[in-house]
């Protein structure tokens, strides 16, 4: 069975420093790895994910992901944080696409970018 | 062009009735979902379809039922309300070829039982 852990329910970071919000995961087969952000009264938005290939993905809003096999993590960061970025953040998962298949979310990690 | 339209975005209810959720999806994706997401922002999957087909049931209680008209809606009927219901749910959908993996989501549904 599939399963993700964000082993943070809240990370705090004053603007303009780095942040890493921590995912690791649990699957049998290759894993599917996706970010997403939460804003307040707000749906899910799709910021990256990793299929295959490099290991360091590029996603929206200056966000980046690091794919490591031998940990089984997959943390979200960012150089510099903006105030803006302060949201709920998931991470998820799940096997190679086999169609109708879920995702698998962790419990979600509240950044809060402190001005 | 809203890619995931959800309606109605918020609906309070009296226990005991019966209400529907609307799901649209124009992306053209053959894979559609809901997920409900309860007071701890927890997101669970309730049920997931392909081509109308049901893929995936979680335990739900039967009072949730789910119908796929065509590939581009997926509505969620609950009948006889309860409290515990109360939660949001989001309607999702994916393409699900070797690239384009990702799930898109609606704004989500904020349905409060009274």
């Known amino acids: 069975a599939q399963s993700v852990a964000q082993p943070e329910d809240q990370v705090n970071v004053a603007e303009g420093n780095p942040l890493t919000v921590k995912c690791t995961y649990s699957v049998s087969g290759n894993p599917y790895l996706f970010w997403y952000v939460q804003y307040p009264n707000r749906g899910l938005q799709f910021l990256l994910k990793y299929i295959t290939g490099d290991n360091l993905v590029k996603g929206s809003y200056g966000f980046e992901a690091e794919f490591n096999k031998s940990q089984t993590s997959f943390h979200l960061k960012k150089p510099s944080a903006l105030v803006s970025d302060s949201a709920l953040y998931f991470c998820?998962?799940?096997?190679?696409?086999?169609?109708?298949?879920?995702?698998?979310f962790g419990p979600g990690t509240r950044l809060s970018v402190l001005p | 062009d809203t890619a995931v339209s959800q309606t109605p975005k918020y609906l309070v209810t009296q226990m005991g009735n019966d209400k529907s959720i609307k799901c649209e999806q124009n992306l053209g994706h053959d894979t559609m979902y809901w997920y409900k997401q309860d007071s701890k922002k927890f997101l669970k999957i309730m049920f997931s379809y392909n081509n109308k087909e049901l893929i995936i049931n979680e335990t739900v209680p039967n009072r949730f039922s789910p119908k796929s008209p065509d590939k581009a809606h997926l509505n969620l009927h609950i009948n006889s309300l309860e409290l515990g219901d109360s939660a949001v749910y989001f309607c999702?959908?994916?393409?699900?070829?070797?690239?384009?993996?990702?799930?898109?989501f609606g704004q989500g549904t904020r349905l409060t039982v009274v």
């Open positions: 998820a998962v799940r096997e190679r696409p086999n169609y109708g298949q879920n995702f698998v």
């Open positions: 999702a959908s994916s393409q699900d070829d070797e690239v384009n993996t990702e799930a898109f």
